[in-house]
């Protein structure tokens, strides 16, 4: 295809694939290692210790804007490895954000640079991270600001639906109960649930409206992880028995969470004029649908 095409960085994950399926072959989709058709990847821990590499990889694409959406995800692996983190979730997009100069370009955050304390949480409230995952994610918008004129920085929390590597809290779920085992699930974590295919459209129609700064994208209702699961369960058809709520102290966690969590959407309610993210119910029987056609 030719003219100008948005460049995926973490095209492999749930969020990137949703994008990928989204706006099609007009991507150009980055993993994070070679592949044998030569196509171009990207390895943002990589990036952080090779300032040029960014360059490198952008230099020789026609792009119309970049998303970066791979990063450092496993929350208790970021705890116990803080080099990995802040490369991949901060100093490799800062590098990637600063080459990008001149294009959108937009990073995925997380509700994770909260405390937890009082969410849901605006935009402009004061952050506070508790954990290792949210301080790299913190120091990464920081970061991406100070090297990009226009970024647009996106933070969205307990993403779900489509994946094709089945990572997702859904398909662990049906995995799970369907094999007659059960699942201890937080019943003090409470927040908002996004289903990432209406993600995607949400962050692609911000971008085609030339927005920038930091948007929380996420679904509109506050439900407890256990509430969740329950209602994924009874919509799957799946024995909620199973489910055993715990509180997140007996987890026994490495990483802390925000407990009392959750993002608040009206400025990107204000900015799209309407609400882009559907209902848990509403996404959870799309996700089976589709899992199921």
């Known amino acids: 295809m030719s003219g100008p095409r948005p460049l995926i960085v973490g095209a492999a994950g749930q969020v990137g694939g949703a994008l990928v399926s989204l706006l099609g072959k007009s991507t150009i989709a980055a993993g994070r290692l070679p592949t044998k058709d030569g196509s171009p990847y990207v390895d943002l821990a990589a990036l952080a210790h090779d300032p040029a590499g960014a360059r490198k990889v952008l230099a020789p694409l026609d792009l119309s804007a970049v998303y970066c959406v791979g990063g450092a995800t496993d929350v208790e692996r970021c705890e116990s490895e803080v080099s990995w983190a802040m490369d991949t979730n901060c100093y490799g997009p800062a590098e990637l954000a600063s080459a990008s100069r001149g294009l959108p370009f937009v990073y995925f955050s997380t509700e994770y640079v909260f405390d937890g304390g009082n969410g849901p949480y605006r935009e402009t409230d004061p952050t506070s991270a508790l954990s290792a995952y949210g301080r790299s994610k913190l120091e990464g918008e920081r970061r991406i600001l100070d090297a990009h004129p226009?970024?647009?920085?996106?933070?969205?929390?307990?993403?779900?639906?489509?994946?094709?590597?089945?990572?997702?809290?859904?398909?662990?779920?049906?995995?799970?109960?369907?094999?007659?085992?059960?699942?201890?699930?937080?019943?003090?974590?409470?927040?908002?649930?996004?289903?990432?295919?209406?993600?995607?459209?949400?962050?692609?129609?911000?971008?085609?409206?030339?927005?920038?700064?930091?948007?929380?994208?996420?679904?509109?209702?506050?439900?407890?992880?256990?509430?969740?699961?329950?209602?994924?369960?009874?919509?799957?058809?799946?024995?909620?028995?199973?489910?055993?709520?715990?509180?997140?102290?007996?987890?026994?966690?490495?990483?802390?969470?925000?407990?009392?969590?959750?993002?608040?959407?009206?400025?990107?309610?204000?900015?799209?004029?309407?609400?882009?993210?559907?209902?848990?119910?509403?996404?959870?029987?799309?996700?089976?649908?589709?899992?199921?056609?």
């Open 150 to 293: 226009s970024p647009l920085i996106v933070r969205t929390t307990v993403v779900y639906g489509p994946d094709r590597q089945g990572k997702n809290f859904l398909y662990t779920l049906r995995r799970l109960l369907s094999s007659g085992k059960s699942m201890r699930i937080p019943i003090d974590q409470v927040s908002t649930p996004t289903y990432n295919v209406d993600l995607a459209q949400a962050t692609v129609d911000l971008i085609a409206m030339g927005a920038s700064g930091i948007y929380h994208v996420c679904g509109p209702e506050i439900i407890s992880r256990y509430e969740f699961a329950k209602l994924a369960a009874s919509i799957l058809g799946l024995d909620s028995s199973l489910l055993l709520p715990v509180t997140t102290a007996e987890l026994n966690q490495r990483a802390p969470r925000p407990l009392k969590a959750g993002l608040r959407t009206d400025k990107l309610r204000s900015t799209l004029g309407r609400s882009p993210v559907r209902s848990n119910h509403d996404a959870i029987a799309a996700w089976k649908r589709q899992e199921t056609a």
